[in-house]
């Protein structure tokens, strides 16, 4: 069986260009980066603005599990199923991170025949989009001490500064550091620490901004500590923003590459969704809809973190409306969350397939609370049984879910025709009554007691005194309104990342806010998440290699 990256090399690619004219830009607006990828000219989307939007569908999933769901690859292959169809379509994806894909998790270009080439560039450096939000994040940081190094006039308190530096890699020794050391020519010592660039709040301003204009404002508002009176200082106060918005001039405009089968792919941005707001960006979402009749676009991780993030914070800050939701998940994956152990989920366990299914099931009320139309998508595998598959047909129909089995690892798009149909009927005949789940009007408390019990399942909600301290000062600061980003493990409802299933009348313990007031969010970190991961015992990165010709093996 060939591996993905075989796979990718044999690809026959088109050059960018080509794939600009089928979506309908002028090469004008294109800014070639090789002959493959390109930048979009921000100006794109104004020469569009007049143009009608497309239907917007977003791709979800259920909890990750060691098993793989396959989210991007349904993704991909979906896009192109709706090419196949004379649909025409285009698919919206964040960038990888290089943390993830020298560590555990992959990369995040889709998997076999529905994959977003060239794959090695955009796993790997890709076009330095990452980069340029690393030394945006890191200049802010080396400002602040510089600041207090030469006199410190805004009278910041080195013990309140909670902007972190970043780097775009897994790595623990970093979480918590000393900086300054090395006597007065150094700076002042002080704590400090890193966290990986995706969970930055730079990444969720790229994402969240609607031009440059709009990038310069919320990065003027970053708050990065406090005066010894309380008083928050910005980045504004450190006439910062300039240079900031400067280095990201060139990453605030959306990438475009092609999958396997030449459908158009806008690419752009790349935050975390276990601890950020886990979207491509707003600008390269909103390009998309004015490029497609129908685009699709995903969020990461399961639905309880990505889709969520996806549905209260991008929809409600980009004024996005979503038409269909496509809920991804595999036989192997409830029989996981049904008790089997990861080397038996090739058997047939039915009895363990059904207690799994009450993961799925909270999913699909989840996002019924939203009010879009839910079509569920069984990515399938060699080893499903037909008496697997019936029930969780019978199962997601009897919940008002339309279903269909897809196979685009194997057949690309072709392998996702049957869904495309069911979307397109869904699309059709199904009307979004979108509403969000939580109103500005409500407390900070009150929508993470929302998100925990409506989403997650909790009995109840614990907030920690270091958080509450934080809750009080987000009143003083009048940031009561702004919608929240649940930070949380991936693999369970829960804060529990054990507690597999639909797990019943747990707490969820808030242990840590922050605000991110550039963004415009405030941060809820729940259970022992970490904003800076680190690396398995056996990282990825001891696998890629690359020969005397450049030819990259090992990348998945």
Not at 77 to 92: E, P
Not at 260 to 281: D, K, Y
Not at 382 to 391: A, L, Q
Not at 523 to 546: C, F, H, N, R
Request: contains cysteine; charged residues 25%; proline residues 4%.
């Amino acid at each position: 069986m060939k591996t993905d990256i075989q796979i990718a090399q044999e690809a026959k690619l088109k050059p960018i260009t080509q794939i600009a004219e089928l979506a309908g830009i002028e090469l004008s607006m294109v800014e070639q980066y090789g002959q493959y990828k390109a930048k979009l000219s921000y100006a794109l989307l104004d020469q569009l603005k007049e143009k009608k939007n497309g239907k917007l569908v977003l791709v979800t999933a259920t909890n990750p599990t060691p098993a793989g769901e396959g989210k991007t690859t349904i993704t991909v292959g979906l896009g192109q199923a709706l090419c196949k169809i004379n649909k025409n379509a285009i698919i919206a994806l964040r960038e990888p991170s290089l943390g993830p894909c020298m560590g555990i998790k992959g990369g995040a270009a889709g998997g076999g025949y529905a994959q977003v080439v060239p794959m090695e560039d955009i796993n790997l450096h890709f076009t330095g989009d990452i980069h340029a939000i690393g030394a945006a994040n890191n200049l802010l940081a080396s400002m602040i001490d510089n600041h207090i190094h030469h006199g410190n006039t805004l009278g910041i308190d080195p013990r309140t500064i909670t902007w972190k530096r970043c780097v775009d890699l897994n790595d623990r020794a970093l979480r918590e550091i000393v900086v300054g050391l090395g006597g007065p020519v150094n700076g002042m010592p002080r704590q400090d620490g890193f966290m990986i660039t995706v969970a930055s709040e730079i990444m969720a301003i790229l994402c969240l901004a609607n031009d440059m204009m709009d990038l310069k404002e919320k990065i003027s508002n970053i708050i990065i500590g406090y005066t010894y009176t309380g008083e928050a200082v910005t980045a504004r106060d450190l006439n910062a923003e300039g240079a900031m918005t400067t280095l990201l001039k060139d990453a605030i405009k959306p990438n475009l590459v092609q999958t396997l089968e030449n459908t158009p792919v806008v690419m752009h941005g790349g935050p975390f969704a276990n601890i950020a707001h886990g979207c491509n960006s707003v600008i390269a979402t909103k390009l998309a809809l004015k490029l497609g009749d129908i685009v699709v676009t995903e969020a990461g991780f399961g639905a309880d973190l990505g889709a969520e993030k996806f549905l209260d914070i991008k929809c409600r800050k980009a004024g996005l409306k979503p038409d269909a939701v496509v809920l991804v998940t595999t036989v192997r994956a409830l029989k996981y969350n049904g008790g089997v152990a990861k080397e038996d989920l090739k058997e047939e366990h039915i009895d363990a397939l059904k207690d799994g299914f009450a993961n799925l099931e909270k999913h699909i009320e989840n996002l019924q609370k939203y009010g879009v139309p839910v079509v569920v998508t069984l990515n399938a595998f060699v080893t499903d049984t037909e008496e697997e598959i019936n029930f969780i047909r019978s199962a997601c129909e009897a919940r008002d879910c339309n279903f269909a089995v897809a196979n685009v690892w194997e057949k690309g798009g072709e392998g996702g025709i049957e869904l495309a149909q069911k979307l397109v009927d869904v699309l059709e005949h199904k009307t979004s009554e979108f509403k969000f789940l939580y109103e500005d009007h409500l407390s900070i408390e009150e929508k993470i007691t929302t998100i925990a019990k409506e989403i997650y399942g909790a009995k109840e909600v614990v907030i920690e005194p270091k958080a509450r301290k934080v809750l009080d000062k987000i009143n003083t600061l009048g940031l009561s309104h702004l919608p929240v980003c649940m930070a949380k493990n991936q693999y369970s409802l829960s804060d529990d990342p054990k507690a597999l299933g639909k797990p019943q009348g747990f707490t969820t313990t808030i242990r840590e806010i922050r605000i991110s007031a550039g963004a415009g969010f405030i941060v809820a970190l729940t259970g022992s998440v970490m904003t800076m991961p680190g690396l398995p015992k056996k990282p990825a990165a001891e696998l890629i290699d690359i020969n005397e010709k450049g030819v990259v093996t090992g990348l998945f």
